[in-house]
């Protein structure tokens, strides 16, 4: 049976404050086949479908805000908890597209599939009232003017009862170009990466609340068995531990993260906090601090600060803050009015005269929300620094926007060479496609992450999470795509699921040309090598998003690539007794019980020093070696080191399990 996609249609001009209007969600079908096809998928392919109908229809018009929720998160699978936020940037002018955790989107899943609100309202301090009978509303909570996300909340709750709740603060009713969105209250979840608190300030919304019982979990043979998957995966099970901190050592070993940073990402990741997650996650990654940030009103003391690790690096570190406290109080000060941290981040660090200074950096970020006196640096998206010349390109080629997990290309950053090989085929790799900082390849392996994370968010799955499972080794491309593809998915297999992503990249590029982006610009010198932005622009091909029509295009031009000779592989030399000095952390570091120091024939391949730590330290082998495949990765004074490399007496090695997305650096 064609289950289509359920739709409600809000226009704010059209309400009265106090007079719920019935206004029940219609089943959507696009304007064509192809933008039909990708908007039955649900999710965040839903949210562009409907921004993209929507620009050559009213091109004049401000964009609609768009929340969507994917299959899974209907469907109550586990870790699928999250919400789709769209619409057009206030920052960049183009598509800003980001997910946001809570109840909100399995409360919302009980009511349709895509919300999309449009208009304005002049009612003050306005929250949109939506419930699960049809009901729409609009309320004014006056007494709400100027508060903070979590008080609108409280508020809220204690008027109408159990409810999930999207709003902003005072940087969305300010219109800051970076203005967030929060959901949730123990802790907060925020997305906004763009200023999507600044269109619902523009709606003249201070909230919307969603009145509805969240779906059920899923109970099934399925959801057990996902379940199962996610605690099989070393890489997820570290970054529970690290609660997105676990980042900061694959960073530091990269060469990517400024002095001593990664002494004091450790020293937050050992304060006093506890951890939260999705629903139905085994290996819940986020870390919620119990102190270091001042209260916002009289009795509050006992509020609790959600923080990750790119949030507080920004406004740590990164503005000269030695104390971990230090940044969670500037952390506290943008949540409280709603205002994107690695932005904020960004702007302080463009000013002169309060770096290093906790009391100046906060009184600039309450001067920046009061005046609206943003400064240049603001005026785009900032980008995470990174040695990867593959991550470089996916931030600037991403068509939904530069947020690490939807460009990283994490088998390149994590995984071991065998098993990115095995996920790309049968796309040829050529020699130098597994270093870093080789330019060869790199477009087509930007190109086929990012078709898989686009289809992987428009599920509502965890990003994290499919990274975590494919990294490792845990299952296969097909076994994923089975687990969490859409019903309308045809196939339900790996190539299905890279072929729809195809298609809503293509969607998104193609709204973002209706946007305004220039598409005659020259990529950066260092983006501009054959393997690089040449090869991603040829595989994308035209703008078509026909089915299919993109993925076998583009496997055709790979197909007809000549390969280059394989490069001589240099004669062994003779081993003599030496050692390796090993640097690691997390639950690596306690499976080897503390060894620093590691005595074999050297110089030896990568790949035969893990297995001497593993014939010595055998628990060690789940993050280490799995069939001589290397599971962690090693980094040789700022270089990642592959399989086959050697290592010579007396080398440092840094060994690193962890997801390197999901976090953004100024």
């Known amino acids: 049976m064609d289950r289509r996609p359920t739709v409600l249609t809000v226009d704010l001009t059209r309400l009265a404050a106090g007079a719920p209007r019935r206004v029940p969600p219609a089943p959507w079908r696009g304007s064509t086949e192809a933008i039909d096809r990708v908007g039955s998928w649900s999710g965040s392919a839903l949210a562009l479908a409907l921004l993209h109908e929507h620009a050559p229809a009213t091109p004049d018009e401000p964009a609609p805000l768009v929340l969507a929720v994917g299959e899974c998160v209907r469907r109550g699978i586990p870790t699928a908890a999250r919400a789709t936020v769209a619409s057009r940037s206030p920052l960049?002018?183009?598509?800003?597209?980001?997910?946001?955790?809570?109840?909100?989107?399995?409360r919302f899943a009980r009511i349709a599939d895509a919300l999309v609100v449009d208009g304005a309202t002049k009612v003050p301090a306005a929250v949109l009232i939506l419930s699960e009978d049809g009901a729409v509303e609009l309320a004014s909570f006056q007494q709400l003017a100027g508060a903070d996300p979590?008080?609108?909340?409280?508020?809220?709750?204690?008027?109408?009862?159990?409810?999930?709740?999207?709003?902003?603060g005072r940087g969305g009713a300010r219109g800051i170009p970076f203005a967030c969105l929060a959901a949730g209250d123990d802790p907060q979840s925020f997305v906004g990466r763009g200023g999507l608190g600044a269109v619902l300030g523009r709606l003249g919304l201070s909230a919307i609340a969603v009145r509805?019982?969240?779906?059920?979990?899923d109970s099934d043979v399925e959801g057990s068995r996902i379940v199962r998957l996610l605690a099989r995966s070393p890489r997820l099970r570290a970054r529970a531990e690290g609660g997105t901190f676990e980042i900061a050592d694959a960073l530091a070993a990269g060469g990517q993260l400024v002095a001593g940073a990664r002494a004091w990402s450790g020293r937050v990741a050992a304060a006093e906090r506890t951890r939260s997650g999705c629903e139905g996650c085994p290996t819940p990654c986020g870390f919620v601090f119990e102190r270091g940030f001042p209260a916002q009103e009289p009795g509050e003391e006992g509020r609790r600060q959600g923080a990750r690790f790119g949030a507080l690096y920004a406004l740590g570190p990164a503005l000269g803050l030695a104390n971990p406290d230090d940044a969670l109080a500037l952390l506290a000060a943008c949540d409280a009015a709603a205002i994107d941290a690695i932005e904020t981040g960004a702007v302080l660090a463009s000013a002169a005269g309060a770096r290093g200074d906790r009391d100046a950096l906060l009184a600039r970020i309450e001067d920046l929300v009061e005046t609206g006196d943003v400064h240049a640096p603001a005026r785009r998206q900032t980008l995470r620094a990174d040695g990867s010349l593959a991550a470089r390109l996916g931030q600037y080629a991403g068509a939904r926007g530069s947020d690490p997990m939807r460009t990283l290309p994490f088998l390149l950053a994590d995984a071991p060479a065998s098993r990115l090989r095995e996920l790309l085929a049968p796309i040829p790799l050529p020699p130098g496609s597994e270093d870093p900082r080789d330019p060869a390849g790199k477009g087509r392996i930007v190109w086929w992450h990012e078709n898989l994370m686009a289809a992987i968010d428009a599920s509502g799955f965890c990003a994290f999470s499919a990274a975590g499972l494919l990294a490792d080794g845990v299952?296969?491309?097909?076994?994923?795509?089975?687990?969490i593809a859409p019903a309308a998915l045809e196939p339900r297999t790996g190539r299905g699921?890279?072929?729809?992503?195809?298609?809503?990249?293509?969607?998104?590029?193609?709204?973002?040309?209706?946007?305004?982006?220039?598409?005659?610009?020259?990529?950066?010198?260092?983006?501009?090598a054959p393997g690089m932005w040449p090869e991603y622009a040829r595989l994308r091909g035209s703008e078509s998003f026909g089915p299919g029509s993109?993925?076998?295009r583009a496997e055709r031009l790979l197909e007809e690539?000549?390969?280059?000779?394989?490069?001589?592989?240099?004669?062994?030399?003779?081993?003599?007794p030496g050692h390796v000095l090993l640097h690691c952390v997390g639950p690596l570091a306690r499976e080897l019980d503390g060894v620093t120091r590691l005595e074999l024939g050297l110089p030896a391949p990568l790949v035969d020093v893990l297995a001497a730590i593993v014939r010595e330290h055998p628990r060690a082998q789940r993050y280490l070696l799995r069939d001589r495949e290397s599971l962690a990765a090693a980094y040789r004074a700022s270089r990642r080191l592959l399989p086959e490399d050697l290592v010579n007496d007396?080398?440092?090695?840094d060994l690193v399990v962890a997801l390197s997305g999901g976090s953004s650096l100024s």
């Open 92 to 106: 960049t002018g183009l598509l800003a597209e980001g997910q946001v955790g809570s109840d909100l989107g399995r």
């Open 150 to 168: 979590l008080t609108i909340h409280r508020a809220i709750t204690a008027a109408l009862g159990p409810c999930a709740t999207l709003r902003t």
């Open 212 to 217: 509805a019982d969240p779906v059920e979990p």
């Open 475 to 483: 299952c296969t491309l097909d076994e994923l795509a089975d687990a």
């Open 497 to 528: 699921l890279l072929a729809a992503g195809a298609s809503i990249v293509a969607v998104a590029r193609d709204l973002a040309r209706r946007y305004g982006a220039r598409t005659d610009e020259d990529p950066p010198a260092e983006l501009s």
């Open 550 to 552: 993109i993925l076998e």
């Open 561 to 576: 690539e000549s390969a280059k000779p394989a490069a001589a592989v240099p004669p062994e030399r003779a081993r003599r």
């Open 650 to 653: 007396g080398d440092e090695l």
